[in-house]
């Protein structure tokens, strides 16, 4: 392993800082360093053919102005969610793999909030949608519902459904506020009868 250490390039560094385009506020991310330029010319494209800043086009698809989007997200978010919107207008999918602590659940649940209460460019209401979070751990529901969509002010506009059997998870918030409880009935393999 030494050996391999050595004759390392110092040049090859595994990850710089993010450079985010958003004006808002950095929490100081790294990045892949083989994806710093890739990223900053797939911010360059929506800036370009949006014709909006990244901010802008982010605040319009949410439907706040700047200071909102910025009290609610952070810069690395915010570029997040200008490449995944770009990402869904034609019709392409788009993969959020950062590090954890960085904000993915922020994501989604900016992701979600035009589905659920979508608006056009004048502010006018559109169709409503259906968005589906699918989670390998339903601990992470009370992490989307108690924080990310509460801090994001997504959670007023959503009415869950969960499909998940025998759920009991209270919904505590950061401060232990208590937000409510997730309670699903447990189905009864023999009968195919549901109880709570």
């Known amino acids: 392993m030494a050996e391999i250490e050595q004759n390392r390039d110092p040049e090859q560094v595994a990850q710089v800082s993010y450079v985010p385009r958003s004006r808002g506020q950095s929490i100081e991310t790294l990045c892949p360093t083989t994806m710093a330029t890739a990223m900053q010319i797939s911010l360059n494209r929506v800036e370009a053919v949006t014709q909006q800043s990244i901010d802008d086009f982010v605040a319009t698809r949410l439907g706040c102005d700047i200071p909102t989007l910025h009290s609610r997200y952070a810069a690395e978010q915010i570029d997040g969610l200008a490449i995944a919107y770009f990402n869904q207008d034609r019709g392409r999918p788009t993969l959020i793999a950062n590090d954890t602590g960085t904000g993915k659940g922020r994501i989604v649940s900016g992701l979600i909030a035009p589905i659920v209460n979508p608006v056009t460019e004048s502010g006018a209401s559109t169709r409503q949608g259906i968005?589906?979070?699918?989670?390998?751990?339903?601990?992470?529901?009370?992490?989307?519902?108690?924080?990310?969509?509460?801090?994001?002010?997504?959670?007023?506009?959503?009415?869950?459904?969960?499909?998940?059997?025998?759920?009991?998870?209270?919904?505590?918030?950061?401060?232990?506020?208590?937000?409510?409880?997730?309670?699903?009935?447990?189905?009864?393999?023999?009968?195919?009868?549901?109880?709570?």
């Open 131 to 196: 968005a589906v979070f699918i989670t390998a751990k339903p601990d992470l529901y009370v992490d989307m519902l108690a924080r990310d969509m509460v801090d994001t002010g997504v959670a007023e506009q959503i009415r869950p459904f969960f499909t998940n059997s025998h759920l009991d998870l209270a919904l505590t918030a950061p401060d232990g506020t208590v937000r409510g409880r997730i309670q699903t009935p447990t189905l009864n393999s023999k009968s195919g009868k549901s109880s709570v």
